[in-house]
């Protein structure tokens, strides 16, 4: 089974390029973030021509919104309002016995201090609720899948210099730390990196702000899969499909994708 999770920056101008991952590399299920769009107006007919019939949304207006599209059957499905907002960030699904969530951590503004940017509050304290969310509701040896844009690069090689980005939002110790703590929740693994060794650099971002972004390279893996302990040990390979940052009209992150037995 193959899982994608990709931030497409806008479905609705961006559609023709999730057909063209639906085409080229067939995966079972697609997670997106930031479709910004009301679900009324999310192009459902478009994917359901490709054969991905079951589609579960959650949009608003401009921004943020998040949708799994698979070509099976969900057994269950909902929605999660996350630190008193409904703002379309975590949706879940049920399906071939595991649990799927896609979740839209927010980016969390340019200044990392909660006593004067709100934004970044909003992002540690989601972090804290999803940390006391899942420890609740999960053991580790459930079958679960976490995924999505994490807006946090955690490891030294997940960014292009740790070093010069200690004090920029997406690699603040801070944020490190409560990411850190979502992840020993219900212990976790990181599925990029049981495939990616920890001192090479691996990345699923590029900033718009670099006119060339394979010469500069300045990227960061925002975009995370993780899986609990019986679904690491299924682990078949996984693909960061790079090119389609080239694409016409890209989002800056790319799709990555795990493949499970």
Known sequence: MKIVTWNINSVRLRAPI???LMQEENPDIICLQETKTLDEFFPRETFEAEGYKHIHIKG???????????KHKF???????????????????????IDLHNIYIPAGGDEPDRK???????????????TSWFSDKYKANDNVVVLGDF???????DVWSSKQLQK???HTPVELEELAKMYASIDWQDAIRHFVPD???????????NRDWKKSNRGRRLDHIWVTNPLKERL????????????????????VMIELK
């Open 18 to 20: 999730v057909v063209k």
């Open 60 to 70: 608003m207006k401009s921004y943020n919104g998040v949708c799994i599209l698979s």
């Open 75 to 97: 057994d269950a499905a909902d929605i999660h309002a996350r630190v008193e907002k409904d703002d379309c960030r975590h949706i879940s699904v049920k399906v071939k016995g």
């Open 116 to 130: 004067v940017n709100e934004k970044f509050g909003h992002k540690l304290d989601f972090l804290a609720e999803m």
């Open 151 to 157: 807006n946090i690069a955690p490891r030294e090689h």
């Open 168 to 170: 920029v939002v997406s």
């Open 199 to 209: 001192e090479e650099k691996c990345y699923s971002w590029w900033s718009y702000r």
């Open 236 to 255: 078949k390979g996984y693909k960061i499909l790079n090119d389609y940052r080239d694409l016409e009209k890209p989002s800056d992150h790319v799709p």
